[in-house]
Structures are given as C-alpha cells and as structure tokens.
Antibody
Framework: QVQLVQSGGGVVQPGRSLSLSCTAS????????MNWVRQSPDKGLEWVAS????????FHADSVKGRFTVSRDNSLNTLFLHMRSLRPEDTAVYYC????????????WGQGTLVTISS | DVEMTQFPLSLSVTLGQPASISCRSS???????????LNWFLQRPGQPPRRLIY???NRDSGVPGRFSGSGSGTDFTLKISRVEAEDVGVYYC?????????FGQGTKVEI
C-alpha cells in the first residue's frame, strides 16, 4: 500500500521561512517524478513545483519562483519543499503528489498539510 | 499558460440520475505525440484529490464504470451514468499537455 506522509506546515509570519517534507512508503520513490500542489479557497488547486525522479531537474511555478525550492533525498524516500519570504497569498493546504498528468503510472497524493501565513 | 474552464461550477444531482461536467481549454490539448493529456479528479470532502480519468477517457484502476470521459481538442466532458451518494465532492479537470500543468476551477457536485 502506497503512502505519502507529509510533515511540516503551521502558522508563520510573513517574510519567514518554512519547510515541508513528504516521506513515501510502498512506492518505488526513486523512479517517480514528484510534485507539490497547493489548494486555497481563492485559487483552487495550483501546481507549485516538480522534480525529476533523480533530482537532476526541477521546476517551480512563477508565483513561487525564487522563493520556494523543491528537493528530494532518494535514500530517505523523502520530498522536500523549502519556502522562504512567505506571503499571505501562500496560505494553502500543500499536497505532495506524483501528479502523473500523462497517465503513465498510478497517481498518489499525500494527506495535505496546512500552511498559514499571518502576522 | 493554458486556461482551463469548467462548467457548471455547481451541480445538484439526483441519485440514480446521470450527470455531466464540461471542461474547456484555451488551447488544444493534443500533444505532438498525438495524445491528449486531459485528466479528471474527484476530491471528496476532507480528502486529497484522486484521479479518475487520464488521457481523456481512460479510467484509473478501481474507478467505477459509471464514470466516463470524452472529448477532443479543447472540449471535454466527464459523465456519470447513474450518480451514487459516494460521488459527492468537487471534480477537477487537469491538463498535462502544456507546461505548467493547470487545473480547472472545480465543479461541486451535491445530491
């Protein structure tokens, strides 16, 4: 049974930093590209970042570019999202997911973690 | 970026009756390899989204046969042949043809 277990999140002040992690089990983690997707009432579901299976390439949405960094440690089966210079509009539930948009594999999602940016 | 527009945004359905959700993209979703990377997701209350359909019309493992996807180019439809209580939630389309991936704004289905 595949599980993506997320940790991190919470309430932080604008301008501060926060990191999220997502640990996979039951999945050939090192064979999968991984993604972060966030969901807020204002913007709905929004793709945030992607990283290739081996971590050699990564991509970020324009809305977070230069502030967020996706990374992974395949030896720990763990995906990370390092967020800095946080803004109120970054408030959302963040999901880690395989987000297989091409239909080449099964699609898996973490349980989500709430990030609230507020003074 | 490609814009994905869903309609209706809210749908009240009757158990056992059919339901249909539309999704329109601002650009054709036909990729250079000939495939169309349009997906449908269902998000039940309090849960993460779950993919139901990939490449327009292919059901994911475990997805009931009452769900079907169709369409081409820029216009796509998700149909539920006979709505069941467990189908309540928000349905999203997602395009994977163009970078970055884009979700529709969601269609809330309630009984």
């Amino acid at each position: 049974q595949v599980q993506l277990v997320q940790s991190g999140g919470g309430v932080v002040q604008p301008g501060r930093s926060l990191s999220l992690s997502c640990t996979a089990s039951g999945l050939a983690f090192s064979s999968h590209a991984m993604n972060w997707v966030r969901q807020s009432p204002d913007k709905g579901l929004e793709w945030v970042a992607s990283i290739t299976y081996d971590g050699s390439n990564y991509f970020h949405a324009d809305s977070v570019k230069g502030r967020f960094t996706v990374s992974r440690d395949n030896s720990l089966n763990t995906l990370f999202l390092h967020m800095r210079s946080l803004r109120p509009e970054d408030t959302a539930v963040y999901y880690c997911t395989t987000l297989d948009t091409l239909g080449t594999t099964d699609d898996y999602w973490g349980q989500g973690t709430l990030v609230t940016i507020s003074s | 970026d490609v814009e994905m527009t869903q309609f209706p945004l809210s749908l009240s359905v009757t158990l056992g009756q059919p339901a249909s959700i539309s999704c329109r993209s601002s650009q054709s979703l036909v990729y250079s390899d000939g495939n169309t990377y349009l997906n449908w997701f269902l998000q039940r209350p309090g849960q993460p989204p779950r993919r139901l359909i990939y490449k327009v019309s292919n059901r994911d493992s475990g997805v009931p046969g009452r769900f079907s996807g169709s369409g081409s180019g820029t216009d796509f439809t998700l149909k539920i042949s006979r709505v069941e209580a467990e189908d309540v939630g928000v349905y999203y389309c997602l395009q994977g043809t163009h970078w970055p991936p884009e979700f529709g704004q969601g269609t809330k289905v309630e009984i």
